[in-house]
């Protein structure tokens, strides 16, 4: 039997591990999301499914925090709202961040972020207009998070997705206040 | 006295059957839609593909963007019929594909969708990306 300790690069070695550990992944899945590594250390075996769901969402969050890099580039800001933006852009960060690792520790490879996005960056001409494209995104966010929700195999993860499916819609909420529109336009998320 | 009970349970019966088969409406499609823009749009790949061409096109065809295998050798070609199933289970129908989505359970707001991306395929913008 090999050792995980000859294994050429370290990720080898944790797929080795992984697979002789025999250990279920189980509620340190929501450690892991938090950042927690000493607790993420004692993962286990990860359904591929769960890893593409979160790969996924990776690649959506990457997307988000270019576009608001856009929006804060863009000049058409204020100051209050420019804040805001960038403050929203540090949670997206925050959540690719802990995506990507968490693809990592469960064997997987992260997306990377795309070289360039196509945005609709003719169309915004106003704050009014970053606003309503922001908002647009961060509904979608939403929808997609909570389609992801109840797909995943470890209901930890579904747990920690639900987590960032709550800072999302509060993002959305404020974007939509930002805008004067009603904050909150339902009971319900879709 | 029955006769009016008969007549409104006529009625109640006739508005549950309009309910239940409410002819595809686009405008609908279209407020739905922004569920989808967390990944996709007409007229840019994202993280999912664009839609402007998706009605008759083969999956996993569109030159550059990144399909999954699952996709790519799914042999599907999107017409209402194929987006209606895919979009109410995604992932049974196409089991390794890269969007992780439950679907969209409710069967009229999939036919307002599928309406509103076939209204969307003749619109200026996706017609603007053919010339």
């Not at chain 2, 390794?96 to 989505?101: N, P, V």
Request: positive net charge.
């Amino acid at each position: 039997m090999s050792s995980f300790f000859e294994m050429p690069t370290p990720i080898a070695a944790r797929r080795l591990f992984l697979g002789h550990s025999g250990l279920v992944l189980s509620g340190t899945a929501i450690a892991l999301l938090a950042g927690r590594e000493a607790l993420a250390a004692q993962s286990g075996v990860a359904d591929p499914k769960d890893v593409q769901i979160l790969n996924t969402a990776l690649g959506a969050e990457l997307e988000a925090i270019a576009a608001y890099q856009l929006g804060a580039e863009s000049k058409l800001l204020q100051k209050p709202v420019l804040d805001l933006a960038l403050a929203f852009q540090g949670h997206h960060k925050e959540h690719a961040d802990v995506l990507a690792k968490t693809v990592e520790k469960l064997g997987g490879k992260p997306v990377a972020a795309k070289a360039n996005y196509n945005f609709p960056a003719d169309q915004l001409k106003s704050q009014a207009d970053v606003l309503k494209f922001a908002a647009k995104l961060e509904q979608g966010a939403v929808s997609a998070y909570l389609g992801a929700v109840p797909l995943f195999a470890n209901r930890d993860l579904s747990k920690a997705a639900a987590s960032i499916l709550g800072d999302e819609a509060m993002h959305w909420a404020v974007l939509r206040q930002a805008l004067g529109e009603v904050p909150v336009p339902s009971a319900f998320v879709a | 006295m029955r006769a009016a009970r008969r007549g409104l349970v006529g009625a109640l019966a006739v508005c549950a059957l309009a309910s239940a088969h409410a002819a595809p409406d686009a405008a609908r499609g279209e407020q739905l839609y922004v569920r989808c823009m967390a990944c996709h749009a007409l007229a840019a790949d994202r993280v999912g593909p664009r839609h402007c061409g998706l009605i008759g096109r083969r999956a996993g065809s569109v030159a550059g963007f990144d399909y999954s295998p699952a996709m790519k050798r799914s042999g599907i070609v999107w017409n209402s019929k194929t987006l209606d199933r895919f979009l109410a289970k995604p992932l049974a129908v196409v089991p390794g594909s890269t969007m992780t989505y439950d679907g969209v359970a409710d069967a009229n707001e999939r036919a307002d969708l599928i309406a509103y991306l076939e209204q969307a395929n003749r619109s200026s913008e996706c017609i603007g990306l053919r010339g």
